[in-house]
């Protein structure tokens, strides 16, 4: 197995946690290779920019808590940012109209008191604290500074009024600026066809986005869409020499304990949850006559047992903090 399909795997729980269509991530990079191939980033940084695409928004599993608290529905906000520009009076009235949007008027009330008092930095900590657990899946994953870099920018803005605030223009990761851009319109697309990628790309060009980047999309057109509804997601990785190298079962193993951690990420509670699970999942299997390759292959099966629960609605709860060092083994 290559570590690119297993990237892809968990892109589906991330497009159910952001309220978005399944394969919304794997068509978001497709597009945001494209954008590179045109505006010539070297073959080499592909695969890198294939992995910042993939990874940039797996990060909701660690944020649900807090956007459930402030706003009842975390996959509901989250599916609904794709319809405003993130900074200044346009967000603050749309994080007015969430608080605990649907909610009785107590609720509404007690919701709206919470964000006016405590929410934009409460927010601003979901935030960070969604890259710092990216950037640490794709230390665990074993990919380069590059990656880690972007991931962490997955909130800046073009203007500075995003995450980290030292992040804007220039400073921010060149393959973050692409994602940034091809996350939105592959939405606006999907709804609205060129038309409403055009409108959304003149309207946060030099605010979200990159206006050289804003400026390439307009000349693209329609190119850069076609054929996504289609897209055949093994000849992506075929093309890509970077993504073609398969995983040892070591390093297979490493990968499915680091998601199998990053699920655990969903509530505090079940922190080593899944690592427990499926050492008692191996230790059985050997106990009831399996050989050691069959007890491997159900461990293996049993630490993505809980990946369906990364993308659930969050009840109200703290977001864990992503460790240090992996858990000791059992």
């Not at 690119?4 to 309220?19: F, I, N």
């Not at 794709?138 to 909130?155: I, K, N, P, S, T």
């Not at 007890?295 to 969050?314: E, K, M």
């Amino acid at each position: 197995m290559r570590l690119a399909e297993l990237v892809v795997a968990l892109s589906l729980a991330t497009d159910l946690g952001l309220g978005q269509p399944l394969e919304h991530v794997l068509r978001s990079t497709a597009i945001a290779l494209r954008i590179g191939e045109r505006t010539g980033l070297e073959p080499e940084r592909r695969s890198a920019l294939f992995h910042v695409g993939m990874l940039s928004f797996v990060g909701c599993t660690v944020d649900g808590g807090e956007l459930a608290d402030l706003f009842g529905d975390d996959i509901a906000f989250r599916a609904a940012t794709y319809d405003v520009d993130t900074a200044g009076i346009p967000m603050l009235g749309f994080l007015l109209r969430q608080a605990a949007a649907g909610g009785p008027p107590a609720q509404r009330a007690r919701a709206l008191a919470a964000l006016v008092a405590t929410g934009p930095g409460r927010i601003q900590r979901a935030m960070l604290a969604h890259c710092q657990a990216t950037g640490g899946l794709a230390e665990r994953f074993g990919l380069g500074g590059e990656v880690r870099r972007a991931l962490q920018h997955a909130f800046a803005r073009w203007d500075g009024k995003g995450l980290p605030p030292e992040a804007s223009r220039d400073a921010i990761e060149p393959l973050a600026r692409i994602v940034h851009i091809a996350e939105i319109t592959e939405v606006a697309h999907r709804s609205g066809g060129t038309e409403a990628v055009a409108e959304v790309a003149r309207e946060r060009s030099g605010r979200q986005f990159d206006p050289d980047l804003a400026a390439e999309l307009a000349k693209a057109g329609d190119e850069l869409f076609a054929g996504l509804d289609e897209l055949d997601w093994p000849a992506l990785i075929e093309s890509e020499p970077g993504l073609r190298d398969r995983l040892p079962a070591d390093r297979l193993d490493d990968a499915l304990e680091a998601i199998a951690d990053f699920c655990d990420l969903r509530s505090l509670q079940f922190a080593g949850h899944s690592r427990s699970v499926a050492d008692l999942a191996s230790a059985a299997a050997l106990t009831s006559g399996l050989g050691e390759g069959e007890s491997a292959t159900v461990r293996r099966a049993a630490l993505l047992q809980d990946l369906g629960r990364a993308p659930t609605r969050s009840a109200r709860a703290t977001p864990a903090r992503w460790p240090t060092s992996p858990p000791r083994r059992r």
